[in-house]
């Protein structure tokens, strides 16, 4: 069974950091792209950041300068460091993996279910 299971969430003040992670295990063969998105209350699931295969990163705006992205190969597994957090950056964070999954012959998507991030003084 393939899943992806993040890590590393929690209640910060403003100001803070914090560093998620996300594990993809299972039988997979290889790992296209790995992204991190956030859905605040009453508000879309937005992507935060992105990381491809050949170690392109993108991120959004609001990212930019203050979030990085990087992975592990060796381990399937994403991260998001997370520096001079505001309360606007409160939400659940979610991680998405573009996979080659053995024995499927071909891409398939897969979502982690969330970990919860809250920027509170």
């Known amino acids: 069974q393939v899943q992806l299971v993040e890590s590393g969430g929690g209640l910060v003040q403003p100001g803070g950091s914090l560093r998620l992670s996300c594990a993809a295990s299972?039988?997979?063969?290889?790992?296209?792209?790995m992204d991190w998105y956030r859905q605040a209350p009453g508000k879309e699931r937005e992507l935060v950041a992105g990381?491809?295969?050949?170690?392109?990163?993108n991120y959004a705006d609001y990212a930019k300068g203050r979030f990085t992205i990087a992975r592990d190969l060796t381990k399937n597994t994403v991260y998001l460091q997370m520096n001079s957090l505001k309360p606007e950056d409160t939400a659940v964070y979610y991680c998405h993996a573009d996979m080659w999954i053995n024995g499927v012959g071909r891409n398939i998507n897969y979502w982690g279910r969330g970990i919860q991030v809250t920027v509170s003084s």
């Open positions: 990381i491809v295969s050949d170690g392109t990163r």
């Open positions: 299972g039988s997979i063969f290889s790992i296209n792209y």
